[in-house]
């Protein structure tokens, strides 16, 4: 099923590591496993709650000392607290090296990481041994991917939907999730809707960071039903000294030699379309945020999230 398909490429994710996740994405960290941790609440019949939440601050395990861990509170249905012998589980849809993942396994949370991507889920699989998390890290493609009735939440973040070429495989992953959820279990699919595109877009930009220049061009495609990106890195070395703030342009000569370039199309949702999504693939309600602080999804959105409940 991988094939050719743009994501199946090691050497791009590997490359583009230190660009995608800057110190700006690993603060978010905690307000993302917060949320998401907040948000999975619901209305009677399933609560997921942190045992030792102190305001958003992250909850930690204090597994690595060598005392009892804290474990985040779960009543699901008619049980009560569960024990650390039996923690909530949470599958990592698209895991990369378990950014958010691992931080949800710190807080207590039984975790299970799906990725294609062999060298993130190495450095994944490092880092829960040495905290000593419970965390199993799996090579799998998530459209193959199913555990039924196995998981309390299911997560799929950072914009990681939407890669597939046909449309009925991004149907198949959420069916996937919704069979492999408890009764009960939610599921958060975090990406930038098509709303947000639009309003902010720009057709290139650069940066530097990593030690490359970044130099991205975007493209909208039918109708603002995908984007077409495209990605050079271009090491700062191949720069000429001072030429920093004039701007970069794919044309220029100092970019043709040591250039890494990725181009590739990445399809769209409005809230509307991923809402309607998930309650199509059986979730019994689909709820829709701008943001990890709970603000609704309108002008004021910084990214689109809809968490889809399954029924208890």
């Known amino acids: ?6 994501f199946n490429d090691d050497f791009f994710w590997e490359c583009f590591a230190p660009i995608m996740f800057d110190k700006a994405h690993w603060a978010e960290v905690p307000a993302v496993a917060g949320g998401s941790i907040r948000l999975a609440r619901t209305d009677g019949a399933v609560s997921l709650r942190s045992a030792a939440a102190s305001g958003a601050a992250s909850l930690r395990s ?8 804290l474990r985040s509170t779960a009543v699901f249905g008619a049980a009560s607290l569960r024990s650390a012998e039996d923690p909530p589980a949470c599958l990592d849809l ?16 039984a975790l299970t990481g799906v990725d294609i ?12 041994a040495a905290e000593g998390l419970d965390a199993e890290f799996i090579l799998e493609d998530v459209r193959l991917f199913k555990r039924p009735g196995a998981f309390d939440i299911a997560v799929n ?11 009925a495989d991004d149907k198949r992953l959420v069916r996937n999730a919704f069979e ?3 009764p009960g279990g939610v599921f958060f699919i975090e990406t930038l809707g098509k709303e947000i595109l639009a309003r902010d877009f720009v057709e290139s930009e650069w940066f530097r960071r990593a030690g490359f220049f970044v130099l991205t061009e975007y493209k909208a495609l039918d109708s603002w039903g995908a984007m077409k990106n495209t990605w050079r890195l271009i090491p700062e070395r191949n720069y000429p000294a001072g030429a920093g703030n004039k701007g970069l342009s794919a044309k220029d000569p100092a970019i043709e030699g040591g250039v890494i ?13 991923l809402r309607a999504l998930l309650l199509e693939a059986g979730f019994a309600s ?5 943001d990890w602080d709970e603000r609704p999804y309108d002008s004021t959105a910084v990214k689109l999230i809809v968490l889809g409940r399954k029924a208890g």
């Not at 991507?117 to 829960?128: M, S, V």
């Not at 973040?157 to 449309?167: A, H, I, K, R, T």
């Not at 370039?261 to 379309?273: C, D, P």
């Open 180 to 182: 492999s959820l408890k």
């Open 1 to 6: 099923m991988l094939g050719q398909e743009w």
């Open 261 to 273: 370039e990725k181009t590739f199309v990445h399809r769209l949702y409005a809230a509307s379309e």
């Open 157 to 167: 973040l950072y914009n990681s939907f939407g890669y597939f070429e046909d449309p």
């Open 286 to 290: 689909a709820e829709v945020y701008g």
């Open 62 to 69: 204090t597994a690595a000392s060598g005392a009892a861990s």
């Open 94 to 109: 698209c895991c990369g090296f378990g950014r958010i993942g691992l931080e949800l396994a710190r807080q207590g949370f």
């Open 117 to 128: 991507t062999g060298p993130y889920l190495e450095t994944a699989r490092e880092d829960a």
